[in-house]
């Protein structure tokens, strides 16, 4: 079955620390992989994607991610961290076909020590 | 591009009432979209999908009856909650996909039902 597991509920850092958010996947092939961010009562910004192609993956606001299929993990990093960033992260998986359903973790709260 | 609108953002309806939420693709058309719901401090949790022109299909455990979905267009579907009551509180969410978009998705519509 298809599961995603963000390991972290909560993360503290301190402004200008760099950031790994953690997701660990479960998934019968390659999945297609998204980090989301989702600010107090706001809907979800993509950050970045992962279909196919380089591992390492450039998102918005300065984010990267890379994918290990060893590992099957797909986690998320920032080298600086800002004051708003701080937010609810989510990792999701997505089919690569039929219906293209997202499976969300169950995110990682971020909060950001000035 | 890749733009959806969700509305309203928020509502507040009395227990026993309905209530519509839509869900449109400003500028693209959508063959899929989702519906999440997301308790407090909780991850996205998939409804329900829902192609242009046939019936929705619902995850385990949401009552369809409950939750009626209407995809009368490629650009726009309807989530309508029926007879809510307060349990019905939550805040929903509509995906879009269009395969050269991927996934957009809505701002979210926070229901309190009183």
């Known amino acids: 079955a298809q599961s995603v597991t963000q390991p972290d509920i909560h993360i503290t850092v301190s402004e200008g620390a760099s950031l790994e958010l953690r997701c660990n996947y479960s998934?019968?092939?390659?999945?297609?992989l998204f980090w989301y961010v989702q600010s107090p009562g706001q809907g979800l910004q993509l950050l970045l994607k992962?279909?196919?192609?380089?591992?390492l993956v450039q998102g918005i606001k300065g984010f990267e991610a890379e994918f290990k299929r060893s590992q099957s993990s797909f986690n998320l990093r920032k080298p600086s961290v800002h004051w708003s960033d701080a937010a609810e992260y989510f990792c999701a998986v997505g089919a690569t076909s039929g219906t293209y359903k997202y499976i969300f973790g169950t995110g990682t709260r971020l909060k950001v020590l000035a | 591009g890749a733009v959806v609108s969700q509305h309203p953002s928020w509502v507040i309806c009395k227990s026993g009432t309905s209530v519509k939420i839509e869900c449109r693709s400003l500028?693209?058309?959508?063959?899929?979209m989702f519906w999440y719901r997301q308790f407090p401090k909780q991850s996205l949790m998939l409804m329900a999908t829902?192609?242009?022109?046939?019936?929705?299909?619902?995850e385990q455990g949401v009552e369809k009856d409950k939750f009626l979905i209407n995809h009368a267009s490629l650009t726009l579907s309807t989530l309508t909650v029926t007879s809510a009551h307060p349990e019905d509180s939550s805040f929903y969410i509509c995906?879009?996909?269009?395969?050269?978009?991927?996934?957009?998705f809505g701002s979210g519509t926070r229901l309190t039902v009183v």
């Open positions: 995906s879009a996909h269009r395969d050269a978009y991927g996934y957009t």
């Open positions: 829902s192609n242009e022109g046939s019936k929705a299909t619902y």
């Open positions: 992962y279909f196919s192609g380089d591992t």
């Open positions: 998934y019968g092939a390659t999945p297609y």
């Open positions: 500028d693209f058309q959508a063959t899929t």
